[in-house]
């Protein structure tokens, strides 16, 4: 059998799909004012083992530039495979990409 080769990057297609699928999710983690410590670092990392498409809710009274801010450190939190897929408002959305054997969610089909 071949092994999977992961994506380096999600096309636009694939996360307007995953967008899709993750409109109805509730957040599963929640980013304090304290930011992306690393209890919230292992906390995603848990959270994508386990849903592999999750909703991150960012800090409720930031700025736009301090949103983004706390947006690119999820995205330097993320773990190996896990890819940005986008932000909406103060939401996060992330996917882990999984062996499509073991995965609810392949990019590969979408």
Do not use: C, W
Request: aromatic fraction near 2%; charged fraction near 25%; glycine fraction near 6%.
């Amino acid at each position: 059998m071949k092994p999977h080769s992961f994506a380096t990057t999600l096309t636009s297609a694939q996360k307007a799909s995953l967008k899709g699928l993750a409109h109805a999710l509730k957040p599963v983690v929640q980013v304090g004012g304290a930011g992306i410590s690393d209890t919230v670092k292992a906390e995603i990392a848990r959270s994508l083992d386990t849903h592999e498409l999750i909703k991150v809710q960012l800090p409720g009274s930031t700025s736009a530039e301090e949103k983004k801010k706390a947006q690119e450190d999820v995205e330097n939190a993320l773990p190996k495979n896990a890819h940005f897929v986008g932000r909406i408002g103060r939401a996060v959305i992330l996917y882990l990409e999984k062996d499509p054997e073991l995965a609810k969610h392949t990019v590969r089909s979408l």
